[in-house]
């Protein structure tokens, strides 16, 4: 865990917390794909949950935060590991909020159809609570916005104190997919997802401060005598993919998450770090479950 999530908020402050920085492959010291974006200070904070992977809300427990605290959840994509507990963020801050609090649910086209499906996966689930809670009367309220570029607008009463945009990244066979950028404060952070280099990841990255990229390491994955561990090496970046496209913005910081194969605990972090300064010269992040970075404002 990093020193730095004992950190105190600070108003205009943007941060990035790493909840998750696991893969597909379940690895008992690294949580799913998730990551917090978190904006301002103490309860007036906005915090964004990007990607739902396996183990989000017992993460999000270490910080203090549960689903209620969530402003919204954004998807990126619909593979599994990137979505496997958004049943579990959906029903928890249904039952752990005692006034209506909706939950707004940003993705791809497709999102609204995964959520359907989920929810009517939880139809027992949701009749026995009703049933037995006289203050449950209605299935848990969820919004969808499926989206694929440009501003996010979330609704009323949610959000407004970031900028949210989006634009479509390059993850086929998977389509769509979709980046993140958080502007706030005079910072802004992008999440590119599971992405190769593409046009759009560029756009989103331009004039922003940090970019969260998910890497693989294709020069170990390479030598794995297993096609369909193969098949992964077309559509997802390297840590020097990922240092280019930052390169490519001048961005000022660049943190790697999403450790294919599972990183050890200790020991091979500066590896990483060292194939992405290859190819870029600012800050490289790359740290274990809760890892936190704050975006320093350019202002
Ligand atoms: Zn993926
Ligand atoms: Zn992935």
Redesign the pocket.
């Known amino acids: 865990m990093s020193e730095a999530t004992n950190k105190t908020q600070s108003a205009a402050e943007l941060a990035v917390t790493l909840v998750g920085t696991g ?2 492959m379940p690895d008992p010291n690294r949580a799913g ?1 998730a990551t917090l974006i978190s904006a301002g200070e103490g309860t007036d904070a906005e915090h964004y949950l990007v ?1 739902a ?1 396996r183990g989000v809300l017992m993460r999000l427990a270490a910080l203090g935060l549960g689903a209620p605290n969530l402003t919204a959840v954004l998807i990126t ?1 619909l ?1 599994s ?2 979505i496997t507990d958004l049943n579990d963020v959906i029903t928890t801050r249904w039952v752990m909020t005692f006034e209506e609090t909706p939950l707004t649910i940003v993705g791809p086209v497709g999102t609204q159809s995964v959520v359907d499906h989920l929810l009517a996966s939880l139809e027992p689930d949701i009749g026995y609570r009703i049933a037995h809670h006289e203050d449950l009367d209605h299935c848990p309220p969820v919004t969808v916005l499926e989206v694929s570029e440009g501003a996010v607008e979330l609704p009323d009463g949610q959000g407004g104190k970031v900028a949210i945009s989006c634009a479509e990244t390059d ?1 086929k066979p998977v389509e769509p997919s979709v980046g993140f950028r958080f502007d706030f404060g005079g910072a802004a952070v992008v999440t590119a ?2 992405t190769v280099p593409c046009i759009g990841l560029d756009g989103l990255c331009s004039g922003a401060d940090a970019l969260v990229h ?1 890497v693989i390491r294709k020069d170990i994955i390479a030598n794995v005598p297993f096609q369909r561990m193969q098949d992964t090496l077309d559509y ?1 970046s390297s840590p020097a993919e990922a240092a280019k496209t930052a390169t490519k913005a001048d961005l000022a910081t660049l943190i790697l998450t ?1 450790y ?1 194969p599972a990183m050890p605990m200790s020991g091979t972090e500066d590896d990483w770090r060292a194939l992405a300064a290859e190819h870029f010269g600012g800050a490289i992040e790359v740290g274990d479950d809760l890892h936190r970075v704050v975006v320093p404002s350019r202002t």
């Open positions: 893969s597909p794909p990607d992977g994509h593979h590991d990137h993850h997802g599971d998910t997802h999403h294919v």
